[in-house]
């Protein structure tokens, strides 16, 4: 994003005064979808939907692009049906972790801990799983996965749902799951775009716990930091034809997202070629024509408000635009082409969408309500109960990605696993509030924002109904009494008398800690929706302390969403293992149990850095300023281990790192092939020349009204106009589109830029034994440093590849890492393009981003 920054005094004054010095350019040629030539399968999806929307009334398009309203129809969201072509009304639903509101399906791992699994395949498994729950819920468009937030700020109160503080790691598991969710039929939605990196300040009106605000935090990012950092993953998912992208509550640059028209037509729309359409975040939309003249293509949950509001920013007023030519009829068809597109391009019209609707409601539990709840109509059997969690792929799925999510961070003297390690203890302690259940139950209100018990998973609209949930203390306790352990347990936080009396009696302790996050709408403790700081809570390090001064083998699990700090025990000589789990799901206990057990050789890797102080990580903006606060990303590129590595700052445990209770080799690193990439791109593939489709000029507002004897649903989003006379000067705007054509821009003319940037520049190989003493996965990164002082400041060293084998003891494996193109490009904010510099490359491999071994040199 170009920002202008005044010259400094002025600059100065105007912090003064605290006005906001960034602002984003406007770009308002909205590019037409359907114009690349580098895609069969979209240009063929594209054909059908021009010829299906040609036909189409401008009532009919303005109900693919307008909601019904929040709690109008079953799912979180719902687009009107045009019942004359048999488009249903869609139905989208949360979220990135399982189907949100609903029974019988299955709480899988969070986003995070996925990425922590550093396992493509499994990531892609999960994905399947994911989809095919959704699917046989009914659901059309499933609202994930998150790569927005990207993990600036460990402390921000979302980065669960998303892959991890990396854009090539957020990039290659999103991408897979996407793939996942559009082969199941569905289109797949990433999220958030962009900028949405904390919680705090995300919608005006929302309760902050610090002050009132005109307008949402304005996420400040220069050029080169949303190419190379923010945008990377939303890239990847477009390169992989995502369906639908989801701009995000915040303003970048003191615009807000969902009519950022520099945003989505310039630098989504243009230069990445997404062809899908783009949906606004619940009531993330401000305004009605500006937002359709800067991109946005549908609008949610309809309404203009909260569901207070009977209002809306289209709908009706949609209509009306078109009508009296404030918006030319071509942006409306483009929406409504877009939206089709994505549904022909996954498929979505083979199922039978008419009848597969949802078979569940989001607002009741039981079996019989309303089918327009907010407007108290057509009273049926909304839920189903359909069974969709019980089968292999997803118990497999849940149980497996939590397990390869936990990361081993200490283990002196081999004292894990506790079965085959050094210590084999007879006897246990269990203690922490965070082993066992929650008194309020597993599914606390409002959307899980409570933490009295082990933790699963997050809080807000990326959380779904627990169908069951196993504690770590469930867990533990059943592996114990299985092999003839002894053990006792205590989850007291503060009153600690009883379990001090415990503490010596066993050969060790287990204590269980954890932090919590979430969405900005609830709160726990305090915590808005970002946490407050990175301690662990409920009194932990006091009971982690008290364990080590009277017992020399302590075991700590911490389950957390994010970076949490272990300064103040995790040298001290009796915490002898430490083990980091992120939110394992509804069997976040049994990985637990299956690692600490030996069942499971640990395998995750940190997806994000933990610091020694918290003060190296980026702050959490939690002053309203002048009610227009802002977050300047002033560190660029440099987030999470980049920033770190930049500033010599020496973290405690560094992002990739993870052990595994055995050791692994690597040897015969090298090149195997490849040519150097020119410095500059080659020219992109051209666009097909735009065609709008025909324009019948309307004359008469009368064809707009509600059609004759229509039995309207109270307060429900509808296109009609309620009276002719709204529309003063019926004339339309037929002009042509030449305000949607441009040619593509150097980096742009395929799917997620120019297809040279995906093209494989260097294969290299690299051999990987397991020394032993146990099976198991080790997940070997590869990372890149870029020619080092030239024209542009480089990071060290970035990510850009993990392949994870499973070996036997002795087995031996090569792998195999495709670099592409724009794994050694820079973001060139002159020439507006992606430039490989000249210079000498290294390439690293090894166990984490400061364990490479291994390294091989080219000079480009
Ligand atoms: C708001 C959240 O930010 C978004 O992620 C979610 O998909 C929608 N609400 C719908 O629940």
Partial sequence: MKFQIITSLTALYLTVLTVAQFTSPQYLKSPIGGRLTTDDKWSKAYDRARSVVSQMTIPEKVNLTTGSGWEADLCVGNTGSVPRFNIPSLCMQDGPLGVRFTDFISAFPAGITAGASFNKELIAFRGKALALEHKAKGVHVVLGPAVGPLGRNALGGRTWEGFGADPYLQGVAARATTREIQKAGLVATIKHFIGNEQEHFRQVGEYYGSGPISQSLSSNIDDRTMHEIYMWPFADVVNEGVGSVMCSYNTINNTYACENSYLINKLLKEELGFQGFVMSDWWAMKTGIFSAQAGLDMAMPGDSGYFTSPDTFWGNRLTRAVLDGSLGDWRLDDMAVRILAAYYYVGLDSINTTQSGPNFSSWTKDTWGFEHPLGNVGWREVNKHVVASNNDLSKSAALQVATEGIVLLKNSGNVLPLVGGSLNPRKINIFGKAAGPDPRGANCKPDFA???????????????????????????????????????????????????????????????????????????????GDRRNASLWHNADEVILRAAEKNKNNIVVISSVGPTNLERWIDHPNIKAVLFALPGGQDAGIAVANVLFGLSNPSGKLPFTIARDDKD???????????????????????????????????????????????????????ESGTAPSEQLPQPPSLKPVSALACNKPTNADAYTFPPGFAAVPRYIYPWLSNSGDVGNVKGSCINVTDAISSAPLAGGGLGGNPALFETAYTLSVTAVNNGPFPGSQAFQLYVEYPQGGKYDVPPRQLRGFEKPYLNVGQSAKLTFKVQRRDLSVWDVESQSWVVPRGKYRFLVGNSSRDLPLSAEITI
């Fill in 450 to 528: 409570c933490s009295d018990g082990a933790l699963g998973q997050g809080w807000g609209s990326g959380a779904v109904d627990f169908q069951h949930f196993v504690t770590p203390f469930e867990a533990v306790n059943d592996a114990a009494r299985k092999i003839g352990m002894t053990v006792d347990y205590d989850f007291t936080a503060f009153n600690l008398d009883g379990f001090l009396s415990k503490v010596s009696i066993a050969d060790a302790n287990i204590i269980f800690a954890l932090t919590n996050a979430g969405e900005g709408f609830a709160s726990f403790d305090s915590n808005y």
């Fill in 617 to 671: 990580y980026i702050p959490i903006v939690t002053s309203p300023g002048n009610g227009k606060p802002q977050a300047d990303f002033t560190e660029g590129i440099y987030v999470d281990y980049r920033l770190f590595d930049k500033n010599g700052l020496t973290p405690r445990y560094e992002f990739g790192y993870g052990l595994s209770y055995s050791s692994f080799g690597l040897s015969d690193f090298k090149i």
